[in-house]
């Protein structure tokens, strides 16, 4: 069974930081694509950051460059976010993703909050 299990949200004052964490299981991790997506309330998910299956090639949205790091450990079958200099506007739901292919899997999602 394929699961993507997302950690690591909560309530931050702006500023701040949060690592969020995605674990998998039941696929090859290490053949996978993995990015960040986020979604805020009344907004169209949007993809934040990208990796590839080396964790050698790394993108991120304008929005985010010079505050969020991705990184993936694959012997831990971990992606992690590392979030600094929170904004409010990124107050969202951050979903893990995982690519190969045709294949696309999705995590539930992690709650970040971005308020003073």
């Known amino acids: 069974q394929v699961r993507l299990v997302e950690s690591g949200g909560g309530l931050v004052q702006p500023g701040g930081s949060l690592r969020l964490s995605c674990v998998a299981s039941?696929?090859?991790?290490?053949?996978?694509?993995m990015n960040w997506y986020r979604q805020a309330p009344g907004k169209e998910r949007e993809l934040v950051a990208s990796?590839?299956?080396?964790?050698?090639?790394?993108n991120y949205a304008d929005s985010v460059k010079g505050r969020f790091t991705i990184s993936r450990d694959n012997p831990k079958n971990t992606v992690y976010l590392q979030m600094n200099s929170l904004k409010p506007e990124d107050t969202a739901v951050y979903y893990c993703?995982?690519?190969?292919?045709?294949?696309?899997?999705w995590g539930q999602g992690t709650q970040v909050t971005v308020s003073s």
């Open positions: 990796i590839n299956v080396f964790g050698s090639s790394t």
């Open positions: 993703n995982a690519v190969f292919a045709s294949s696309r899997y």
């Open positions: 039941g696929f090859t991790f290490r053949t996978y694509g």
